[in-house]
T-cell receptor, first 109, second 114 residues
């Protein structure tokens, strides 16, 4: 079956760094997306990895290891506005996004 | 990035009535559109996938006669919730994909059935 595993909730301090891990099992693989979702809003795109390695985009970086079925999202210099849910969504062989429940990130001053 | 516009953002309707939600890709041609619903603190649940000009493919457990999806053009898909009931109250989100792999999301529609 297809499965996504992320921590349910994480807490971090403003200005710090946090890493949100994601392990996945899918039928085929066509890349992995990370989305940010604030409460009551639709998800917004953060990153897309299709090859192994680290993709850096400003304060956010995303890493992928296809052989391990593993990805992480790294957030640096945390700001209060980063409090949101972070969704790891791999894409299967049918180009369907597979969604987990996401990780709720709480930023404290 | 590409823009997907979803309308309305909020709607309150009476039980038994129908509600139509529109999803438009504003600056690209959406060959595939996806409709999701999301309950509070839960993950997005794919309801159906629609390709322009063809019938939508519904996920298991989603009533196609209740959730009517039309994808008549490359820039517009609609979801109609027919004979809505309070249990249909949810957050409905569309996303659209063109030639590229990435799918872009609309703003979502908060449906409340009273």
């Amino acid at each position: 079956g297809q499965n996504i595993d992320q921590p349910t909730e994480m807490t971090a301090t403003e200005g710090a760094i946090v890493q949100i891990n994601c392990t996945y099992q899918t039928s085929g693989f066509n890349g992995l997306f990370w989305y940010q979702q604030h409460a009551g809003e639709a998800p917004t795109f953060l990153s897309y990895n299709v090859l192994d390695g680290l993709e850096e985009k400003g304060r956010f970086s995303s890493f992928l290891s296809r052989s391990k079925g593993y990805s992480y999202l790294l957030l640096k210099e945390l700001q209060m506005k980063d409090s949101a849910s972070y969704l790891c969504a791999p894409m299967d062989s049918n180009y369907q996004l597979i969604w987990g429940a996401g990780t709720k990130l709480i930023i404290k001053p | 990035g590409a823009v997907v516009s979803q309308h309305p953002s909020r709607v309150i309707c009476k039980s038994g009535t129908s509600v139509k939600i529109e999803c438009r890709s504003l600056d690209f041609q959406a060959t595939t559109m996806f409709w999701y619903r999301q309950f509070p603190k839960q993950s997005l649940m794919l309801m159906a996938t629609s390709n322009e000009g063809s019938k939508a493919t519904y996920e298991q457990g989603v009533e196609k006669d209740k959730f009517l999806i039309n994808h008549a053009s490359l820039t517009l898909s609609t979801l109609t919730v027919t004979s809505a009931h309070p249990e249909d109250s949810s957050f409905y989100i569309c996303s659209a994909r063109g030639r590229e792999t990435e799918a872009f999301f609309g703003q979502g529609t908060r449906l409340t059935v009273v």
